[in-house]
């Protein structure tokens, strides 16, 4: 019976090609390697790492023998890129184990289904695989636990029985392990039982902790329908692995390899083409698998049409590069910027140059970056532009507010000029000129005075009445005396004022001081005159500059908003 080789390879091809099941070596070394001791065990992991290494190079080597001429520079691209994942991984050994056996595991799904356990063995490295196996040893018993380790460790070491015997012992402890399960279910492969092969995977597909590891339960058990011949059960069970993990490009493979067995060419391309846009290094593996060969054309076609697709993409990345580069020429990003964006067009065409898909993907991918980088550019050079437009505009509007100040100024001097000179004359006319008019009206009203005393004295000498009278008339005589001294002595201080006030009026009237105030207003007239003149002229600059601003602004939010719109 053959189900343990029908149950590792697809394709009949293949299946007498024991050099690819001699690849379990790659996971004795890398399950001792990964183990906390990693260090101690250098040597293993390197053994096992370079075994790999040499294993996936003969494969594209193979295929490379078989492959069309289209995709020559594919098959180099994947053989480059699997050898440095190898070369980086055994000089990188010191790094973390979860990161090292995730990369081998990503390396033995691109070398197909024959290492399915291999692949099993190492993602219980990763970092996921990892936390699922801390969940589950918690959850069992410390005598259970102990059985569990010591089945892993016997698989390890390919003790087949006694790693039966501790994972049976530990499922009686705890019947819902599934990570046992998986491995019961590859003893049963090693021991041709393929009906205990599919009880213990499905088990483990009941019991799975999560969608991962039922997708692979779902997997495995497709193999096993597969080695039975049960194509459509073994389509249905890959039905239900990518339904669960829809993202994952091997799985998507090993459906395409199920449709080619079943000669469903259509079926068969769709699925290629979902593994390609996934993981792009299954588009030149796809050349080495022999089997593909029963759907004819499907998988040229698919390939074809992918790459073509990839083509399409890229035209279109190269053409909103090569109009991004257009607009930004007619932007005022000055010559720095240019050049990036030059430079970046220069990528992309380069790259469409090259017939290479890999070489377009690249470029793809690239393209978020280049354009983030070109509109970087941009951004800075127009900001560095914006800046000082704004600052030229700043320094008219204070130049505009200076001169505006300087005026305001010049117009307060002239009221202050002015209103001194009226304040001066109004202190000559009320002090100089009023000390004058003082004596004169005192010297008037003395005259007045003494006039009167006169009069009284010829009543007093004309008068025949008596003594009576004489007596009357020497007293208004001796009063208009005291009157008129004092009119003389003090009638100044009593009537400055009067004067004072009565000659301005007279001056104001006279023009003095009305031209005074036409002066200060044709002063005033002369510095709103200059003032207008200057606001016209700071007006017309500042009107003048402010589209520019402006437009330089708005290029300013248009590159942003472009570079908010990038993915992250």
């Not at 492959?67 to 055994?90: F, H």
């Not at 892993?152 to 029985?161: G, H, L, T």
Request: glycine fraction near 8%; include cysteine; charged fraction near 30%.
């Amino acid at each position: 019976m053959q189900f343990k080789k029908d149950y590792l390879f697809t394709f009949e091809k293949m299946k007498d090609d024991e050099r690819h099941y001699e690849l379990k070596s790659l996971l004795t070394g890398a399950s001792v390697g990964l183990a906390p001791a990693l260090e101690r065990s250098l040597a293993e992991v390197r053994k096992g790492i370079r075994r790999g290494q040499a294993e996936a190079a003969q494969v594209v080597a193979d295929s490379n023998r078989r492959a069309a001429l289209s995709i020559v520079k594919e098959l180099g691209y994947l053989e480059q890129q699997l050898g440095g994942q190898m070369q980086q991984l055994t000089t990188s050994v010191h790094g973390a184990a979860a990161q090292i056996s995730g990369s081998i595991e990503q390396a033995a799904r691109y070398l197909g289904a024959e290492l399915s356990h291999i692949s099993f063995q190492l993602s219980l490295q990763t970092q996921i695989g990892q936390e699922t196996l801390r969940i589950l040893k918690e959850s069992l018993d410390n005598e259970s636990r102990q059985y569990f380790e010591q089945g892993i460790a016997a698989f390890e070491q390919d003790e087949i029985e006694i790693a039966r015997e501790r994972f049976q012992r530990a499922l009686e402890a705890n019947s819902t392990n599934a990570v046992a399960y998986q491995y019961l279910g590859f003893i049963a492969v090693e021991d041709e039982d393929p009906d205990a092969a599919l009880r213990n995977f499905d088990l483990s597909r009941k019991f799975a902790p999560d969608d991962r590891n039922r997708a692979l339960a779902w997997y495995h058990l497709a193999n096993c329908r597969r080695a039975l011949g049960a194509l459509d059960e073994a389509r249905a069970c890959m039905d239900a692995a990518v339904e669960l993990r829809d993202g994952e490009a091997w799985l998507w493979y090993e459906r395409a390899k199920i449709c080619a067995l079943q000669g469903k060419a259509d079926d068969c391309d769709a699925s290629l083409e979902k593994a390609f846009w996934r993981d792009w290094l299954f588009y030149a593996k796809s050349a080495l698998e022999p089997g593909f060969d029963m759907v004819s054309g499907a998988a040229e076609a698919a390939r074809a049409r992918s790459k073509q697709k990839a083509l399409d993409r890229l035209d279109k990345d190269l053409g909103e590069m090569e109009a991004l580069t257009q607009r930004l020429a007619e932007l005022p990003t000055g010559e720095p910027a240019h050049v990036d964006a030059a430079a970046a067009l220069r990528t992309l065409r380069d790259a469409r140059d090259t017939d290479n898909l890999y070489e377009f993907l690249d470029a793809i991918r690239g393209v978020p970056q280049l354009t983030r980088l070109v509109l970087e550019a941009a951004q800075r050079a127009l900001a560095e532009r914006v800046k000082g437009a704004e600052g030229d505009l700043a320094t008219l509007a204070g130049l505009r507010d200076l001169a505006r100040r300087q005026s305001e100024k010049a117009l307060d001097e002239a009221r202050k000029e002015h209103d001194e000179m009226l304040a001066a004359d109004d202190k000559r006319i009320k002090g100089s000129g009023a000390d004058v008019l003082d004596w004169v009206y005192g010297i008037l009203f003395g005259a007045l005075g003494i006039a009167f005393i006169f009069l009284m004295f010829l009543l007093w000498t004309s008068s025949e009445d008596g003594a009576g009278d004489k007596i009357l008339g020497t007293i208004f005589a001796l009063i208009g005396a005291v009157i008129a001294g004092a009119v003389i002595l003090f009638g100044g201080g009593f009537f400055s004022m009067a004067a004072g006030g009565v000659l301005a009026f007279f001056r104001r009237h006279r023009g003095w001081r009305g031209k005074q105030d036409e002066l200060l207003a044709e002063k005033q007239r002369e510095l709103n005159d200059r003032q207008k003149v200057k606001d016209d002229d700071f007006a017309r600059r500042i009107r003048k500059a402010e589209p520019g601003v402006a437009a330089l602004q708005k290029d300013l939010a248009a590159v942003e908003k472009e570079l908010e719109a990038l993915p992250k």
